[in-house]
T-cell receptor, first 113, second 111 residues
């Protein structure tokens, strides 16, 4: 079962437009991670959020974790073709001693030049 | 930076063959993970390990097994490959908490 719900599943935007990707959990998130993946390659770490209300930015990408720590959003300002790829949110779930890192279904972003 | 390597980028096998996918990390990480990635389904966790010889089932362990004899190496085994196991397989490693580093992936095709 998918513990993390991502939306939208795919997104096509014109270069220069802003966009937002959402990641929602039914449980409290104690660590939320955003990754980006180019087609056919491994995942590249973008940002990690841990505290409710936390917001981090890197270049034109901003990620937020809401106060209740059950939803995160990734916002891209003035999108560029280099932003295209699959964006995945990941989180730690489970209560055992082993760390169980699970991911959402991903958002496929296409940026049209 | 975390360096995670996977034994093959592309692999083609026949139905019924035994398949080994190897993953090696160089950061002395306790945790290692195997995922498969399919269009529209994101990354699904197959197995994970938090220590040598320790393993836990993820969301979709059926048809797979794993081995972790050394801390830096985590192997995924398909005992008898089937066509529905054609997929991209990704390995990751991490400390007890914090970011995970990923390998480049192995694209497995089972004919």
């Amino acid at each position: 079962s998918q513990e993390l719900e991502q939306s939208p599943q795919s997104l096509i935007v014109q270069e220069g437009k802003n966009l937002t990707i959402n990641c929602t959990s039914s449980k409290t998130l104690y660590g939320l991670y955003w990754y980006k993946q180019k087609y056919g390659e491994g995942l590249i770490f973008l940002m990690m959020l841990q505290k409710g209300g936390e917001e981090k930015s890197h270049e034109k990408i901003t990620a937020k974790l809401d106060e209740k720590k059950q939803q995160s959003s990734l916002h891209i300002t003035a999108s560029q073709p280099s932003h295209a790829g699959i964006y995945l949110c990941g989180a730690d779930i489970g209560s055992g001693s082993a760390r169980q890192l699970t991911f959402g279904s991903g958002t496929q972003l296409t940026v049209l030049p | 930076d975390v360096k995670v390597t996977q034994s093959s980028r592309y692999l083609v096998k026949r139905t019924g063959e035994k398949v080994f996918l190897e993953c090696v990390q160089d950061m002395d990480h306790e945790n290692m993970f195997w995922y498969r990635q399919d269009p529209g389904l994101g990354l699904r966790l197959i197995y994970f390990s938090y220590d040598v010889k320790m393993k836990e089932k993820g969301d979709i362990p059926e048809g797979y097994s794993v081995s972790r004899e050394k801390k830096e190496r985590f192997s995924l085994i398909l005992e008898s490959a089937s066509t529905n196991q054609t997929s991209m397989y990704l390995c990751a490693s991490s400390k007890t908490s914090g970011r995970a580093g990923f390998g480049p992936g192995t694209r497995l095709t089972v004919l």
